[in-house]
């Protein structure tokens, strides 16, 4: 949620701020500006809407300096609107300043500053980071930065610039992340390493309750009470970039790679994965909380069932990370916290993680992003290795995220006794086979296209199904109405005749998925019921020919055949399409959706 970054040096600083605004739009994409030290003032650009209207904005205002910091924005407070982009700039024009997060006590310093004067121009919680720097300081930049610090409430990652210090960027990084790098002739500070990673060949990422002091060739850390702190460099060495070639957007090409995710995911989890995990803690485990957000969370209703299935000594639950963590969860130091996540900066997760460990239970992130305040602050890490993903929406780090989460919970049963040997290696096999299934499954995708060409008027969907089908008929209910728009619910088949089933009538689309061979049979005659009442119904299952199926679907989707345990990998491939094909023919901004950032850093 919003992306913020910062350039002091001898290239062109607006130049170097909107190569890399491009790389962070993902965090938002509500307004974006840029604030440029021309060597006498604060040159300031900004505009609501994306990154190409602030281009747009800069070729009718060229501005051009040496030191300059920029902002994508994901609204929070106040509206999109030019006046609410940053960068904000004090009431003495000394200060610029680009924020990520939220200042939870911002109306009361607000308040304080307004009767000393100052004016206000946004609604934004942001603003009153600049004037308060410009209250603070007394001739010492430095100082003021640690002052502010000290009255902010909230969690942030702030750049700012001062005209009185015009070779310097300071960042600030509580609870949102920040990293910053130098070389000889440049110092760089953004929320993501990919936006600066070009330039650089080792980072600095910051931990929480640290300040940086970035210069050309040098930087300084101190902790919140100006405490010098050591800066350790990690090399960038083996980051990737992702280039959306010929794909129509990124949504598109992620899917597409679902089948190498999931050929990566399992290399790199069969490298030892596994084996970095403590065994004796492993063997002592007795109950496992599974927290993530969105779609990580419905990875992680699978994981839960996959451990109730073959860990039956432990006792597990799941739960949204927003509600978590208000929850009263039940931790020990027998507890192992599984937290899920593309990012691994998502701030529900996050905080839930960091709680987690606070009250002495050890956790396990399987998360995307290596570098990421997840896998740092985690006790132990398994990585989905789907590389990069772009779109807002998520696609092949839920089938890794999935696969990833399976792989633990079977080495886990296998190290505790609690799989036979002959099970284990049928499913690995079975497991070896998912990237050639799920190149297979794709190959639905004109079906899927035509489907969506005729269907993306409806104005009601409703996904259902049982078992672990219900899993994946929440996260391709997510998956279409993040896109499209369109109105979806995801139930659990057996469950709408308790109330929903209301809803059902002529026009509705109710896709079912119907993989697992005992609930055949009542799937279908679930699917009779809402037919009855007049719904159409797509049937996504490998039981295509079944007539029980067959009487009861208008349309259905075939699956191939694989393990039941597995089919939650593979049968959201076709959900994942068709919100991709609906939305592109309602001409939606597939990779950016409204109101949307990849990146959830506020709670
Ligand atoms: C998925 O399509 C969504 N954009 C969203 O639900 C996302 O999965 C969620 O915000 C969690 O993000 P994370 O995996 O980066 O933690």
Redesign the pocket.
Known sequence: MCGIIGYVGNRNAPDVIIQGLRYLEYRGYDSSGIAVWSGEKFDLVKTKGRIADLEKELLKTPVSGHLAIGHTRWATHGCPADRNAHPFVSYNSRFAVVHNGIIENYLEIKDELQKKGVVFTSETDSEVIAHLLESLDHGDVKRAVLDATARLKGAYAIGIICADDPDVLYAVRKDNPLVVGVTESDGFICSDINSIQKFLTEVVVLENGQVAKVERGRVELFDFDGNDVEAKFIALGSLEESDRKDFECYMDKEIKEIPTALANAIATYRNGAFNRIDKKYLRRIRRINVV???????AGLYGERMIKKYLKKIDVTSEA?SEFRYGDPKVDDRTLTI????????A??LVCQNMVRNLGGKTLTI???ETSS?VRSSDYALFTSAGPEV?????K??NC?CLVFLLFVLDLARLRGEIDEFAYKNLQADIDALPEIAARTLKVAPQVARFANKNYTRKSVFYIGRGLDYCTAMEGS??LK??SYIHCEAYPAGELKHGTLALIEEGVLVIALVTQKELVTKSASGLEEVKSRGANVLAITPFYDRPAIAAVSDYRIKLPDVNEDLYPIISVIPTQLLAYYIARAKGCDIDKPRN?????TVE
């Open positions: 993530a957000c969105g779609t990580a969370l419905h990370a937290t899920v996540s593309q990012s691994g900066e998502t529900d997760t998360c995307n992003v997840m779109a807002v929406a998520s696609t780090a839920y995220q997510l998956k993040e896109i949307l950032a990849k990146s959830v």
